[in-house]
């Protein structure tokens, strides 16, 4: 019994039956390097630096955007799991639906984040449309590439409060489909790859914008990365 424990625990571990890509996409969406090593999460840094994608975004929104904010869900998720860690030590009981819920909201706010700055591309080298195997399935399931920008424009207008809009992949029906995701983890489709994220939280554009979440929708589009977003397609589909 203990034997299979170990074993069970082992392969949750080592993600044992994982292709390489599949191991190396987990460890990127967490944010790591080396799942056996990292205990916590670490905020990546930018691909690109603060100003670069300008006049769609100011340099001093996508600075406090990026060290504050993002660095804010890094903090208040590994808060929270010294704080289960500690409790288990100490015997202690805690409130574990309000843990995990907070638990989840900021996990989930690392992992958006994480996903969102890649898929942004300096100004000049972003926007357009989406090309091979992606542009293809965008344009099959919506109809063509314009079909598809107003049905995301509108998932990334309308969602209610704080949220995101994102293209996710489903490998059971192999369509994109739209996720609109309220916070950071409600209306999500369990493992669903993200292909695309696109931040709609009034931190994301409040400086460069005031209330106008619209006007920023609009510039995602041109410094969207569809590159990036398509490499993350091919990895999936391998
Ligand atoms: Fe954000």
């Not at 100003?51 to 660095?71: A, C, F, G, N, T």
Request: net charge positive.
């Amino acid at each position: 019994m203990r034997r299979q424990l170990l074993l069970l625990h082992h392969s949750h571990i080592s993600l044992r039956g994982c292709t390489a890509d599949c191991k190396q996409s987990f460890k990127e969406q967490l944010g790591v390097t080396t799942l056996e090593k990292s205990k916590f999460y670490v905020k990546p840094k930018l691909p690109y630096n603060y100003k670069d994608l300008e006049p769609y975004v100011s340099k001093e929104q996508l600075r406090i955007h990026h060290e504050k904010h993002h660095q804010g869900y890094v903090n208040g998720a590994n808060a929270i799991l010294e704080k289960l860690e500690r409790a288990r030590k100490d015997g202690d009981d805690l409130d574990i639906k309000s843990t995990l819920k907070a638990l989840s909201f900021n996990i989930g706010g690392h992992i958006l984040h994480s996903l969102f700055w890649p898929n942004l591309a300096p100004s000049g080298k972003g926007g357009g449309e989406p090309h091979g195997v992606l542009g293809n399935a965008i344009a099959k399931e919506f109809g063509s590439f314009e079909g598809f920008k107003k049905e995301f424009s509108q998932a990334a207008a309308s969602v209610e409060g704080s949220g995101w809009a994102a293209l996710s992949f489903c490998r059971q029906t192999n369509r994109p489909i739209i996720m609109q995701i309220e916070k950071h983890n409600t209306n999500i489709y369990p493992t669903f790859r993200i292909l695309i994220v696109l931040d709609v939280w009034e931190h994301a554009y409040y400086l460069d914008y005031k209330n106008a979440r619209g006007r920023f929708v609009d510039a995602f589009w041109k410094i969207v990365n569809w590159d990036e977003a398509n490499k993350r397609l091919e990895k999936l589909l391998g």
